[in-house]
């Protein structure tokens, strides 16, 4: 059928091209605080990190099988003290955490995947540990 509009046939029945959509991140939950705001803990989501946000190839990514939630994240919770980091609103809790490794970064030499790894972060004025351990 012949287009009215002055179009050729083949211009009318070639379909508009759009942007290709971006791929929606992969989520996953965390339990966090809204720092400054009392009593705000929550189920948050955030997209799931991934090895190369790490500069220089140092990236690990750990799913995490057990959390610990203990008096540093009440006081947290509080609002005694805390704070997001920069370009979020929410501070995620749970600084103990024990998991499996799931992919390293190419210069890292202290974790391989499938090994397990366990983590306890800094608490003010603190220093932070980090370990791992075989496979069991």
């Given at each position: 059928?012949p287009?009215t509009?002055?179009e050729?046939?083949a211009?009318?029945?070639?379909?508009?091209?759009?942007?290709?959509?971006?791929?929606?991140?992969i989520m996953?939950?965390?339990?966090?605080?809204?720092?400054?705001t009392?009593?705000?803990m929550?189920?948050?989501?955030?997209a799931k990190?991934?090895?190369?946000d790490v500069?220089?190839?140092?990236?690990?990514?750990?799913?995490?099988?057990?959390?610990?939630v203990?008096?540093?994240?009440?006081e947290i919770n509080?609002?005694?003290?805390?704070a997001?980091?920069?370009?979020?609103?929410?501070?995620?809790?749970?600084?103990?955490?024990?998991?499996?490794?799931?992919?390293?970064?190419?210069?890292?030499?202290?974790?391989?995947?499938a090994?397990t790894?366990?983590?306890l972060?800094?608490?003010?004025?603190?220093?932070s540990?980090?370990g791992?351990?075989?496979?069991?």
């Amino acid at each position: 059928m012949p287009s009215t509009d002055g179009e050729s046939a083949a211009t009318a029945a070639t379909p508009a091209r759009t942007p290709a959509a971006k791929a929606e991140p992969i989520m996953m939950k965390a339990v966090a605080v809204f720092p400054g705001t009392p009593n705000s803990m929550h189920l948050g989501q955030l997209a799931k990190p991934s090895v190369s946000d790490v500069p220089d190839g140092r990236g690990v990514l750990v799913k995490v099988l057990k959390v610990g939630v203990d008096g540093t994240d009440k006081e947290i919770n509080a609002a005694e003290y805390g704070a997001a980091p920069p370009g979020y609103d929410f501070l995620v809790t749970g600084h103990e955490s024990f998991g499996r490794v799931e992919a390293v970064g190419p210069n890292v030499t202290s974790s391989r995947p499938a090994t397990t790894s366990w983590r306890l972060c800094a608490v003010p004025d603190r220093a932070s540990t980090t370990g791992s351990a075989p496979t069991t």
